[in-house]
Nanobody, 128 residues
Framework: QLQFAESGGGLVQPGGSLELSCVASRGAFGGFVVAWFRQAPGKEREGVACIGDFGAPSNYADSVKGRFTISRDNAKKTVNLQMNSLKSEDTAVYYC?????????????????????WGQGTQVTVSS
């Protein structure tokens, strides 16, 4: 059974940076596709970034391309999300999620139910 938790959220000014971490406390991320999702108040949960294993490429939502970077370290059981040039619209609860790969060349975010493992989330607030 895979279990993990997010950390690193907080309050940051527009233009600032944060790094979120997703650390496995039970099991490990090896072989899993791991993604970051976010959900703002009153909005649907949306995919932000995902990363496959064994050298598979990462994928990003258009809204964060060039600003966010996802990375993984299987030995440390960690998947990180480096967020730069943050905007107020990045304010949301950020969730880490994992799924076994289904054979696609590039990971994706839909359907949401394909991700069977979820963390509790960490709040990111971008405000001056």
């Amino acid at each position: 059974q895979l279990q993990f938790a997010e950390s690193g959220g907080g309050l940051v000014q527009p233009g600032g940076s944060l790094e979120l971490s997703c650390v496995a406390s039970r099991g490990a991320f090896g072989g899993f596709v791991v993604a970051w999702f976010r959900q703002a108040p009153g909005k649907e949960r949306e995919g932000v970034a995902c990363i496959g294993d064994f050298g598979a490429p990462s994928n990003y939502a258009d809204s964060v391309k060039g600003r966010f970077t996802i990375s993984r370290d299987n030995a440390k059981k960690t998947v990180n999300l480096q967020m730069n040039s943050l905007k107020s619209e990045d304010t949301a609860v950020y969730y880490c999620a994992a799924t076994l790969p289904a054979g696609q060349a590039l990971c994706g975010f839909t359907p949401l139910r394909a991700y069977g493992y979820w963390g509790q989330g960490t709040q990111v607030t971008v405000s001056s």
